[in-house]
């Protein structure tokens, strides 16, 4: 039997900076959730199975629509930061009868709902290639500034900034000892990757997609909406920029 590679689909937020009485991962672009939308990415790019990670908000407003998606699905509910939402999501792998002897697990945040499957997919071939930490990355393309001590700024050099995106990928004894260490340690962190990274784990970058932003607040949405009707376009350059540079849009 091949073994499962599973998503861990974070879902539990409030969406407080959002607003609004439906639930962030509730929300369309394209006449479907955030959250189903998130499912069918994972299940595109190669995942077996997804852990989603809900609070009763988002479960009642989603409801039967979860028994529609593309691959087995097991839920739990989150805790009261992301780091605990994703700590249930990994102790649920390890302890679900059907998930026995999985290796690969990948953590999405379920308001990125966009992502290729491309990107899905080389997250997972980089970790079987024996990464412990991978993250997918698109370059800066802002200018920055960091504030000083003394209520200035200073200009940041941006050619070598990267911005990070989910999912990230890891062998699930390596994320799930990583959690398992800050949890004990009460130590925060951004993002799944810097987890592992603070157990001592190496990060992995692979080329991320300008597709897989995240909904933060409404006008978000409304670019989501106008990047998923161009996305066969986008898709080309993408590509296009890949063969020329290897590190895409």
């Not at 970790?127 to 993250?135: F, H, P």
């Not at 990757?193 to 080329?207: F, I, K």
Request: aromatic share 2%; charged share 20%; with cysteine.
């Amino acid at each position: 039997m091949a073994q499962p590679v599973v998503a861990v689909v974070v879902a539990a937020g409030l969406g407080v900076r959002y607003g609004g009485n439906t639930p962030k991962p509730a929300l369309q672009v394209t006449g479907k959730s955030l959250l189903v939308m998130s499912v069918e990415a994972m299940a595109a790019g190669g995942c077996t199975n997804v852990v989603l990670v809900l609070n009763p908000k988002v479960a009642r407003h989603l409801g039967k629509g979860l028994a529609k998606l593309p691959i087995p699905v097991v839920q739990t509910f989150g805790g009261a930061t992301r780091q605990e939402s994703v700590h249930n999501g990994l102790k649920t792998v390890r302890d679900e009868p059907l998930l026995a002897n999985t290796q690969v697990v990948l953590i999405h945040d379920a308001v990125r709902p966009m992502v290729p499957a491309s990107v899905v997919a080389e997250v997972i071939q980089t970790v079987r290639d024996g990464a412990q930490a991978v993250a997918p990355a698109v370059p800066v393309s802002d200018s920055m500034r960091v504030l000083t001590d003394d209520g200035a700024s200073r200009g940041v050099d941006r050619s070598n900034l990267r911005a990070i995106q989910t999912p990230q990928g890891f062998p699930l004894d390596v994320i799930l000892q990583a959690h398992d260490q800050m949890a004990a340690s009460g130590a925060e962190f951004t993002d799944d990757v810097s987890c592992a990274e603070q157990a001592g784990h190496q990060v992995r970058l692979v080329p991320g997609s300008r597709l897989s932003m995240k909904i933060t607040e409404p006008s978000d949405l409304l670019v989501a909406r106008a990047l998923w009707k161009a996305r066969g376009t986008l898709g080309h350059h993408t590509a296009q920029r890949r063969l020329r540079t290897g590190w895409p849009l």
